[in-house]
């Protein structure tokens, strides 16, 4: 029997094929999110990963059999399937394990308008009738079964966010994309085509064993072949997406990679613009400082969240927000029916970039005010026991202590938050201070709390 525990996350369904999940699973998934989602039709794509065209039409079957009808719109990145969800209302399932291992895959589920499926909001429902169904046996087909048909998405996807960004006046630039053998090799030249870019690819073929790297940018090995390629095109910037392209990272002329935290800032200083002025944006809490102070200064009103993309879409849906960030390299735009696209993010620097002379390095110095550690991981035995000890040591009147996500201790001139994985003996840190040296001491101080022998 499978154990479904070790597959199903808290926002999404992931684990390796055919070990742990299969076609067999992939169709009783399917019939069980028909089921609670009580959709008479779904949209469902997929990733170029060998096992994902399979697992998608078993899926698939398994909605037809509860009488849901399927569109299907075939290789797609996540982002272009939100779209999908979004335009034509419908529920979706996108099969991708993302940045993860060429063995991995997964399924990643939304209701009509691109509105999230977590633990909390589909996701436990799901898995508890799939459970049921291998004990009990699977349910019959309903009378009459759902309908299939096939639909190309990609040039109306590349369309609505071209009509989100005023890219009409840049200057010509030279641009270096790393898509890693993932979608955004299928995406990139369809949503760039005809404007003023001189487009160096790299990995564009899709090849989900990933022969080149891991898709995975937020891993700085995985930039290094974009950041060499930058520097001897003598290209403006550099552009690296993950597996299924929801995620974009930017590297400015001289190969440095811009802080996610600075592209949230100047997106927001854009879409605020866009939107007269005002409206909330949302960071999660591991974010720059530079964030909010950005928001505030262009008139909209910052909103601090926890970190994970239902955190985010659901505050965003809460406050109706333009816009929200996370240091991971999601982007959410609310024209976007709230859902994370890297591609929109990546619009938005080509555009900010476009219409001033200076190079990319100078354009996002007034975004990257503070100095970061980046995240740490520590392998602990006891994360509580480990948060406690720092939350000690630091308690002061000096500071304040919040634990809306994890713990975070906030100074005049430095901050940190110390949380731990939903799913491994980790606790994560991240620390950022007004100069190198106070980040350094404070980063080192708590590692070494932390890491007790």
């Given at each position: 029997m499978a154990d479904l525990s070790q597959i199903v996350k808290a926002y999404d369904i992931r684990g390796t094929v055919p070990e742990q999940w299969d076609e067999h699973l992939a169709e009783l998934f399917g019939a069980a999110f028909a089921e609670v989602t009580g959709a008479e039709a779904i949209v469902v794509g997929h990733d170029m990963r060998a096992s994902s065209p399979g697992l998608a039409a078993a899926f698939g079957a398994g909605a037809r059999g509860r009488g849901a009808s399927v569109t299907a719109i075939g290789l797609c990145s996540t982002d272009q399937l939100y779209y999908a969800s979004g335009a034509l209302h419908l529920p979706g399932a996108m099969f991708t394990a993302s940045h993860n291992p060429a063995r991995y895959n997964g399924i990643k589920l939304c209701?009509?308008?691109?509105?999230?499926?977590?633990?909390?909001?589909?996701?436990?429902?799901?898995?508890?009738?799939?459970?049921?169904?291998?004990?009990?046996?699977?349910?019959?087909?309903?009378?009459?079964?759902?309908?299939?048909?096939?639909?190309?998405?990609?040039?109306?996807?590349?369309?609505?966010?071209?009509?989100?960004?005023?890219?009409?006046?840049?200057?010509?630039l030279k641009v270096v994309v790393d898509a890693g053998n993932g979608m955004g090799g299928h995406t990139v030249p369809t949503v760039l085509a005809g404007l003023p870019l001189d487009l160096v690819p790299m990995y564009f073929e899709l090849d989900g064993s990933f022969p080149n790297h891991e898709a995975n940018p937020l891993d700085p090995a995985n930039l290094v072949d974009l950041q060499d390629r930058v520097r001897a095109e003598h290209a403006d910037l550099g552009l690296a997406f993950d597996g299924d392209a929801d995620r974009c990272f930017v590297v400015d002329e001289r190969g440095e990679p811009v802080p996610p935290s600075a592209i949230t800032a100047l997106v927001a200083a854009r879409e605020l613009a866009r939107n007269g002025g005002e409206g909330t944006v949302i960071h999660n809490l591991i974010t720059s400082w530079s964030v909010p102070e950005v928001v505030r200064e262009h008139g909209g009103t910052p909103v601090r969240t926890r970190v994970g993309h239902s955190f985010i879409k659901a505050e965003m849906a809460r406050s109706g927000a333009i816009f929200g960030g996370e240091h991971s390299a999601h982007y959410y735009f609310r024209d976007f029916w709230n859902a994370d696209t890297g591609m929109l993010a990546a619009l938005h620097v080509l555009a900010a970039l476009g219409e001033q002379p200076g190079p990319l390095s100078g354009l996002v110095e007034q975004y990257d005010r503070y100095v970061g550690s980046g995240e740490i991981n520590s392998t602990v035995s006891d994360q509580a026991a480990a948060t406690d000890r720092v939350r000690l040591a630091f308690a002061s009147p000096d500071v304040t202590i919040d634990t809306l996500d994890g713990l975070t201790v906030t100074a005049a001139d430095w901050w940190f938050n110390l949380r731990p994985s939903n799913t491994e003996p980790l606790l994560r840190l991240n620390v950022e201070a007004r100069d190198a040296g106070t980040m350094t001491k404070v980063r080192d101080e708590v590692l070494g709390l932390v890491r007790v022998p």
């Open positions: 209701r009509a308008g691109a509105a999230p499926v977590g633990q909390d909001t589909g996701l436990a429902d799901i898995r508890g009738l799939v459970e049921s169904w291998i004990e009990e046996g699977a349910p019959a087909p309903v009378a009459r079964t759902g309908t299939l048909s096939t639909r190309d998405t990609l040039g109306d996807y590349a369309r609505h966010l071209r009509t989100l960004v005023d890219l009409a006046g840049i200057r010509p």
